[in-house]
């Protein structure tokens, strides 16, 4: 069985004192695959050692995170554009609209995601979203933006039925974590109205660990209780899930 954690912060600092052990434990849960989001340019160093010291596990995206739009949010832009320019990434990400804690610079992230929009589409790679009270400026975007080049990942899907099916109209799959157990976490309650090829697993660890881990630190080993969710959502078997999400998360970014 072959797990696939499409959303990982592998690297943040909460993993430093066992994240050898904490990735190997994820290892012999079945949660081989590990595609890793970028932050911003402090984080890019971090991303490369993980790589190189898990090269068969760790897929790497480059991105600018919404809440990491700051005044110097064209130089970090341009960070992104050079780190392209060197080498492969298997997505851009993660990008998009954060107004949950700070609507300051909310013309920069918009900006910003237009302009993280098209350098996927220049290198023909997905986008994966991050949106946090921001759907209907990210749909707005998505909406000038649209074409077939355009795809991705709605990563820690939380919206409505109806908003699950307009991310879906855009060509992105929904990314489904710890939200899902919980009880006031609402998604559980129209999922299985939604095809299972449109969605994706993910743990967006060290943040959101599901039920029964929710308050602790999240990892990625955890995403087996997001497959087991699934599997009664769904009234499949954990193994069907994990065969069919890690398929669509490689359709998603082609490895």
């Not at 989001?37 to 068969?56: F, G």
Request: proline content about 3%; aromatic content about 12%; some cysteine.
């Amino acid at each position: 069985m072959i797990i696939t954690d499409t959303h990982t912060h592998l690297y943040s600092e909460e993993f430093d004192q066992d994240r050898n052990k904490m990735i190997q434990k994820a290892i012999d849960a079945g949660v081989s695959r590990f595609f890793i989001p970028a932050i911003d340019s402090s984080s890019t160093d971090s991303m490369y050692e993980l790589e190189k010291n898990y090269p068969e596990n760790v897929f790497l995206m480059m991105g600018l995170h919404p809440t990491y739009v700051k005044d110097n949010y064209l130089q970090e832009l341009l960070h992104v554009e050079c780190e392209l320019e060197k080498r492969k990434f298997y997505a851009i990400g993660e990008i998009g609209i954060d107004l949950y804690w700070d609507k300051t610079h909310l013309e920069e992230q918009q900006i910003a995601f237009r302009s993280q929009i098209r350098l996927a589409k220049k290198y023909n790679l997905p986008i994966v979203i991050h949106c946090r009270e921001a759907f209907d400026e990210i749909f707005q975007i998505l909406e000038d933006e649209k074409s077939d080049e355009l795809f991705g990942i709605f990563h820690c899907f939380t919206g409505t039925y109806e908003q699950a099916l307009k991310a879906i109209s855009y060509n992105m799959k929904l990314g489904i974590g710890g939200v899902v157990t919980f009880k006031n976490g609402k998604i559980d309650q129209f999922l299985n109205q939604i095809d299972l090829q449109h969605i994706v697993l993910e743990t967006d660890s060290p943040y959101l660990a599901p039920i029964p881990y929710r308050g602790k630190r999240n990892e990625s080993s955890y995403v087996v209780a997001v497959a087991e969710k699934l599997a009664e959502i769904y009234n499949l078997s954990v193994e069907e899930i994990a065969e069919i999400t890690t398929a669509n998360s490689k359709a998603v970014f082609g490895i």
